[in-house]
């Protein structure tokens, strides 16, 4: 029963996650907007059912995402960074804090790039104009930054608080 529930609970947060990525990609101007809130839902599986399921939810989330949304930004943005980052956030904050921040800021920064490159050479997505400069690199790092403690914060609202109302604290340990 308890693998039931967990790959249940896979599924929802799948199809929701492309749901919220056709949003996206629909209202493009919220297209990062519904990004950050499709990783939420990787971050709460991280921290509901563990294991390999996170990764299953960012595969076929990804997957059906790239194959199903008019505009890919948001796919691709998901696939390369917000989908995994949940998961390597709650493996580098195992580490010392200096540690883990350099680890965060290399794996945005280099997916950044990727990122890029894929948007320019693989997707032929257009610029919007702002081009690629080093302001446009230290306004998204400082953006990453404000995410990054956010969904520390939502993580630890959703442990304290939201759980408990929830009923979720033992849902998954039957």
Same mark, same amino acid.
């Given at each position: 029963? =308890?693998?039931?529930? =967990?790959?249940?609970? &896979?599924?929802? $947060? !799948?199809?929701? #996650?492309?749901?919220?990525?056709?949003?996206?990609?629909? $209202?493009?101007?919220? +297209?990062?907007?519904?990004? &950050?809130?499709?990783?939420?839902l990787?971050?709460?599986?991280?921290?509901?059912?563990?294991?390999? *399921?996170? *990764?299953?939810? @960012?595969?076929?989330? !990804?997957?059906?995402?790239?194959?199903?949304l008019?505009?890919?930004?948001?796919?691709?943005?998901?696939?390369i960074?917000?989908?995994?980052?949940?998961?390597? =956030? !709650?493996?580098?904050?195992r580490?010392?804090?200096?540690?883990? @921040?350099?680890? =965060? %800021?290399? *794996?945005?920064?280099?997916m950044?790039?990727?990122?890029?490159? &894929?948007?320019?050479?693989?997707?032929?997505?257009? +610029?919007? #104009? $702002?081009?690629?400069t @080093?302001?446009?690199?230290?306004v998204?790092n400082?953006?990453?930054?404000?995410? +990054?403690?956010? &969904?520390?914060q $939502?993580?630890? %609202?959703y442990?304290?608080k939201l759980?408990?109302?929830?009923?979720?604290?033992n849902?998954f340990?039957?």
């Open positions: 029963m =308890k693998n039931t529930k =967990k790959i249940a609970l &896979a599924a929802i $947060l !799948s199809a929701l #996650g492309v749901v919220i990525l056709l949003l996206g990609s629909i $209202l493009t101007v919220l +297209d990062l907007t519904m990004v &950050a809130i499709a990783s939420l990787i971050m709460l599986a991280v921290m509901e059912i563990g294991g390999g *399921y996170p *990764y299953l939810i @960012w595969m076929v989330t !990804s997957v059906l995402s790239l194959v199903m008019p505009y890919k930004f948001p796919a691709l943005l998901y696939l960074f917000g989908g995994i980052y949940p998961i390597l =956030k !709650s493996m580098f904050e580490l010392h804090y200096v540690i883990s @921040w350099i680890l =965060k %800021f290399s *794996y945005f920064n280099l950044m790039i990727v990122l890029i490159l &894929a948007c320019n050479y693989v997707f032929n997505i257009p +610029d919007t #104009g $702002l081009g690629f @080093w302001v446009v690199f230290l998204c400082g953006v990453f930054v404000l995410y +990054d403690i956010a &969904a520390t $939502l993580a630890t %609202f442990l304290i759980r408990k109302m929830l009923g979720m604290k849902f340990k039957n």
